[in-house]
């Protein structure tokens, strides 16, 4: 049976089950997709079974191809290690490396810097800070700022920093209005949100056991940038949720001040989402590690 099987057919099998799409199989494969639908032809062909249901709409594993995947999975992963051990140090990053981003300076720092250091990678980047469930398809890797749990999705998520955040105001706000003692006194001061991101009404709040809470806010000041968000705060526009970080000048010279709540915010995180943990290419792996390894990302 083996010999009539190729090594390729089930490499690509392998690429759709774990993507749950022939598109997406087809871009990490680097092949066209009409590449990808014969190889599962001709893999079903030789085994004489459907592997997968398809619809207009979606595709899904049959019993058989769940069966094949489960049996299989394990020993191509050992051949995979295998051969990684063997040219790991022959690998170069190459290729498109296609990102989607919020349009940060440190960030686009970041991505130069992995540029110059990794020049076969030809680059091409995009900047959105609420990108779009349906333009996804395009890219590699997307970074993107959360706080809270993350909604269900089916790419992985790796997170590059976290931030510690404080409700913060301006002292001349705090003069005006009522100062903020519990969570549910925001429903009742201007405060600063953001309109696309974030989920920035309700805000999101941690309790003393790590559990998410969430609390409605009133806002006429909506935005979708941190730096709008405090330039608003330091104008006394609203109570705003921002990592202390981004603001510790201004805390420490008293134009922003730390407001105390029962809860702290949930933590800032930028996380770095990309299709698949299996069939991954070089250039993705590097440039998410390249990330990590940048402690100034702010």
Known sequence: MLEKIDQQWLTTFHCIYENNSFKRAAEFLNLPTSNISRHIALLEEALDTRLFDRTTRRIAPTDAGEQLYSRTQPL?????????????????????????????PVLAQAVVSFCLRHPSVSL????????????????????????????????????????????????????????????????????????????????????????????????????????????????????????????????SIGSLEIIKLEFEPADLVLYAFYSSRKHLAKKISTFVEHLQQQGNIK
Not at 76 to 104: C, W
Not at 151 to 160: F, G, H, K, L, V
């Open 76 to 104: 191509m992963g050992k051949l995979n290690d295998a051969l990684e051990e063997v040219t790991q140090h022959s690998h170069k990053v190459t290729g498109q490396l296609r990102i989607l981003m919020p349009d940060s």
């Open 124 to 251: 091409c980047c995009d900047t959105s800070i609420n990108p779009k469930e349906d333009l996804l398809d395009g890219f590699d890797v997307i970074l993107s700022f959360h706080r809270g749990k993350l909604s269900d999705s089916n790419w992985i998520a790796r997170e590059i920093k976290r931030w510690p955040s404080a409700v913060v105001a301006s002292p001349k706000l705090i003069e005006t209005c009522k100062r903020p003692v519990r969570i549910t006194d925001l429903n009742h001061v201007p405060c600063i949100s953001s309109f696309t991101v974030l989920n920035g009404t309700p805000w999101i709040f941690k309790n003393t056991k790590g559990d998410l809470v969430t609390q409605k806010v009133r806002s006429s000041f909506k935005v979708n940038s941190g730096c709008l968000a405090k330039t608003g705060a330091l104008a006394g526009l609203g109570f705003a949720i921002l990592p202390v970080e981004s603001c510790q000048a201004e805390i």
